[in-house]
């Protein structure tokens, strides 16, 4: 690729981030210190977000991605706010990747010995529902069950086969994340975010400054990323295994006892 045609490439991609608004930030009031080298300036007391380093920062992303997609590694999504929630669920099944969509429980990474069991606890309940199992129970006992079965879906859904530690995050709002960030951070795994001018993006390794509450604009990034995945895969070696993924055969045995009804 030319000099020329990469530079027209990087002003497209401009113009279509400045029509989704990716450009816009919050309020010089909610601006935190560390993103101050991406503001281009204030308009009417709001940051504009300089779009040119939100794609150089995005290139840089996508090219971790891609080094990811290459090892097969295992990336969880994250982006709970209704604004990134659908986006953050598609461009993780894209992929096939584990996502948190609905709340990040604390624990998922620093306490995930806790947090597998609660996993595992899941999928009995399904499957004693599925092969009728749960019919010996007395009505009220089913409908406990039902409801744990309900509320432990909510929550593990998108890390439903998780079985080890992911390679990296990506986070849709490193403020409104910060635990999952926090935790990431203390076990060394590498962190993308989305984050728009009111967050901390102090130890975060790839930072993309942009427009966070912006359905498309989130979207976009989200799609993007996952994309990049995709494209190191192609070059992926056949023999790599992804040691974080196993089959839902090597799992634990259901249980067998009579459950207890557990809480989260």
């Given at each position: ?39 281009y300036g204030y308009k009417n007391n709001t ?9 150089s920062s995005l290139d840089r992303a996508c ?202």
């Open positions: 690729m030319t000099e020329a045609v990469k530079i027209d490439k990087q002003e497209e991609l401009i113009r279509r981030l400045f029509t989704m608004g990716a450009h816009l930030g919050f309020s010089r009031r909610r601006r935190h210190p560390s993103v101050d080298k991406f503001i940051a504009v977000i300089d779009l040119e380093k939100t794609v090219e971790f991605m891609a080094r990811l997609g290459r090892e097969r590694s295992t990336i969880i999504f994250v982006g709970n706010k209704p604004e990134a929630r659908l986006a953050i669920k598609k461009a993780a099944a894209s992929i096939n990747m584990p996502y948190v969509a609905y709340r990040w429980i604390g624990g998922t990474l620093t306490n995930f010995k806790q947090i597998k069991s609660r996993i595992d606890r899941l999928h009995w309940l399904k499957e004693a529902e599925s092969t009728g199992e749960l019919a010996k129970y007395k009505k009220k006992e089913r409908l406990v069950l039902a409801k744990e079965r309900d509320d432990l879906e909510r929550y593990f859904e998108g890390i439903y086969d998780l079985t080890a530690l992911p390679k990296a995050l990506f986070v849709v709002d490193a403020k409104a994340e910060d635990i999952a960030v926090a935790e990431a951070r203390l076990l060394n795994i590498p962190v993308v975010t989305l984050s728009s001018s009111d967050c901390d993006i102090r130890g975060i390794d790839y930072p993309i400054i942009g427009n966070d509450t912006a359905r498309d604009a989130v979207a976009f990034m989200a799609d993007t990323l996952a994309t990049a995945y995709r494209e190191g895969l192609k070059t992926a070696s056949p023999v790599e295994e992804n040691t974080t993924d196993k089959k839902p055969e090597d799992r634990p045995a259901a249980e067998t006892t009579r459950p207890a009804v557990a809480k989260l």
